[in-house]
């Protein structure tokens, strides 16, 4: 009965967790750019009463034992990559990629961020920015008398200046890509750093080496599925509660066993 009791308090301890993961997913569910996360568990160890396979006192083999799991943990919160939607802006420097690449911004101490969120905008000095004011790596920068900015699909940067019939080429996007995007780190803020698990980033051109194509104009949304999301919290609730029975239940039978000296 005491094993009961922890084992259900690991199980609510997990739904909790699993809880949160959907309340963040949920929240975000606008978020440009943002990847879904998925919690996963594993069970707990087991108490093994009597082994499979054993030998019994009249010759023959045990077929099954008798263990007794002791609940369950969380694993992993892994962000899932697939392809957000696309949404349609207009806007000349929201920019999408079409792929597995990510965009790479310089942070303020130097470092290197990538995000997949391309709403970039323009500082005061005419450099494309994320919304925090971070930089694209490598630096791009728009002339003042620019009319006209166009992104190709490899990432070539053309504007269309005052007084000129021909756009000009000054700049170009450069991708990068993970061989395990999952291992990434995230920071906030739509952006993700390396660790050893994600290995180090392939930087290549748009169209490249499998990094994908860059669309113009568009936005790529969260790939938080509401539906899905909200089935799952309906089952972690349900979950949530069915253990919570169990630790009532397991006390109700603690103390139908204190109460049989009565």
Known sequence: MIRSLYSAATGMEAQKLNIDVIANNLANVNTV???????????????????PGAASAEGTQIPS????????????????????????????????????????ITQPDGTLAYTRSGAFKLDSDGRIVNSDGYPMEPAITIPADTL???VGSD??????????????????IELARFINPGGLSALGKNLFQPTGSSG????????????????????????????????NMIISQRAYEVTSKVVQASDEMLQTANNMKR
Do not use: C, H, W
């Open 33 to 51: 750019g943002f990847k879904k996360s998925r919690a996963d568990f594993q069970d707990l160890l087991y108490q093994t009463l009597r082994a």
């Open 65 to 104: 034992g008798i263990q007794i799991g002791l609940g369950v943990k969380p694993v992993a919160v892994q962000k899932m990559f697939q392809q957000g939607d696309f949404m349609l802006t207009n806007n000349p420097l929201d920019l999408v990629i079409e792929g597995g690449g990510f965009f790479q």
């Open 148 to 150: 006209n900015i166009t």
């Open 155 to 172: 990432g070539k940067v053309s504007v269309l200046q005052a007084g000129s019939t021909t756009p000009t080429q000054i700049g170009q």
């Open 200 to 231: 180090d980033p392939t930087t290549g051109n748009p169209s490249t080496e499998g990094l994908g194509t860059i669309n113009q104009g568009f936005l790529e949304m969260s790939n938080v599925n509401v539906v899905e999301e909200m089935v």
